[in-house]
């Protein structure tokens, strides 16, 4: 069974910064994807930034240049590093594996004040 465990998030003013990490833990494959998504009030969930243990990141255009993703594959966890942030950054994100099936985690709370 995989679990996934966040930390990080928070309340923070425009043009400030958080740090998310997440670490996977239980059956996981060598080769996987870790991720985060974002979900904002009356929105769907989107990508923010992912990362595999093979390929380098891939960000969404609206996070680039101001968010980076990292990972640590001998503690399966990875960071996000968010950086001047805007209140449309706001929103519940979730960390994300794909190995043998997609899980998730449950969420943490970043809320970005104008």
């Known amino acids: 069974q995989v679990q996934l465990k966040e930390s990080g998030g928070g309340l923070v003013q425009a043009g400030g910064s958080l740090r998310l990490s997440c670490a996977a833990s239980?059956?996981?494959?060598?080769?996987?994807?870790m991720g985060w998504y974002r979900q904002a009030p009356g929105k769907q969930r989107e990508l923010v930034a992912d990362?595999?243990?093979?390929?380098?990141?891939n960000y969404a255009d609206s996070v680039k240049d101001r968010f980076t993703i990292t990972r640590d594959n001998g503690k399966n966890t990875i960071y996000l590093q968010m950086n001047n942030l805007e209140p449309e950054d706001t929103g519940v994100y979730y960390c994300n594996l794909q190995s043998r099936g997609e899980h998730w985690g449950q969420g943490t709370q970043v809320t970005v004040s104008s």
């Open positions: 239980g059956s996981i494959l060598v080769v996987n994807v």
């Open positions: 990362i595999s243990t093979v390929r380098g990141p």
